[in-house]
């Protein structure tokens, strides 16, 4: 089945400076990759997503990458804020409706 | 917007007992889920549901596990015999017959298992 690895698993930047998480993926079927933002106690928040059809996407200051040669995918972030600290986690999906196979999560913090 | 909904937000309860997990899709949505998270880990898929059948479970989803739908707008999750690695968080989510994929996740029931 699809397995998704995520690094780092901790992240610490400081305010204002650019984060990546980067992800790979095993099943070269898998089309959807989506991105969760989750606070502590709280559900997964999908933040941004990317089909396999595009390469790159972006969203004010988040951006994602994706190389489907490689089975990568990243996330950026820039201009970090301290309201981005939370647990990110990159997952991936096969097919619509499909299940979501999630990454083990990175741990972001941003200090002030 | 709507949202998914879960009652309850805390349950506990003791080893070998039944619980049962409820959930509120968003109400023109089709397909349901249910992942659970262990504390300080990942998220991880339990079972998927469309038109009243289970579409795929994870070897997690063992025959301690069912899901329901037993109304249109309720979806249930029932362990039967609860066992100490049972306690995690259960997240419900729900996905509309469209090409967006996106599944929207309802607040969570943290179970916890004495």
């Known amino acids: 089945g699809e397995n998704v690895e995520q690094h780092p698993s901790t992240l610490s930047v400081q305010e204002g400076d650019s984060a990546v998480i980067k992800c790979t993926y095993s099943d070269s079927a898998s089309n959807y990759f989506p991105w969760y933002k989750q606070e502590l106690g709280k559900r997964p928040q999908l933040i941004i997503d990317i089909r396999s059809n595009v390469g790159e996407k972006k969203d004010q200051r988040i951006a994602v990458t994706l190389n489907k040669t490689a089975k990568h995918f990243s996330l950026h972030i820039t201009e970090t804020q301290p309201e981005d600290s939370a647990v990110y986690f990159c997952a991936a999906s096969k097919t619509s409706y499909d299940k979501v196979i999630f990454g083990p999560g990175t741990s972001l913090s941003v200090i002030p | 917007e709507p949202e998914v909904t879960q009652t309850p937000s805390h349950q506990v309860t003791q080893m070998g007992q039944e619980v049962i997990l409820r959930c509120v899709p968003i109400s023109n949505h089709l397909y349901f889920y249910w992942y659970r998270q262990i504390l300080g880990q990942k998220v991880e898929f339990l079972v998927s549901?469309?038109?009243?059948?289970?579409?795929?479970k994870s070897e997690i989803f063992d025959d301690q596990f069912s899901v329901e739908r037993p109304d249109g707008s309720n979806f249930t999750l029932k362990i039967r015999s609860t066992k100490l690695e049972d306690s995690a968080m259960y997240f419900c989510a729900s996905s509309e017959y469209s090409i967006t994929y996106e599944q929207y996740f309802g607040p969570g029931t943290r179970l916890t298992v004495t």
């Open positions: 549901f469309y038109n009243n059948e289970i579409s795929e």
